[in-house]
């Protein structure tokens, strides 16, 4: 299903674009930490999970996925099905 809302509203870009620097921000600052503490196993999973963030060659290339949790209820409760 490629029927993806996509905005232009620069005010939602540029809060999900901050909330993602957060997210990528934190978790290089862990992975560092853990691995500055010798806590590999906690290091390597974050980098697994993070892997396509923190690869500074892919990083700007790796798409967000986000929705809108009271626009997907909303879709959901238009569904024939659930109103039958």
Request: net charge negative.
């Amino acid at each position: 299903m490629s029927n993806y809302k996509i905005t232009d509203d620069s005010a939602t870009v540029d809060r999900l674009s901050q909330q993602r620097d957060d997210i990528y921000d934190w978790c290089v600052e862990r992975f560092r930490y853990h691995m500055a503490n010798d806590n590999i196993d906690e290091a390597l999973a974050l980098a697994d999970e993070f892997f396509e963030w923190m690869d500074p060659d892919n990083a700007d290339k790796e798409e967000t996925a986000f929705y809108n949790e009271d626009d997907l209820l909303n879709l959901y409760l238009s569904l024939p099905e659930i109103n039958e």
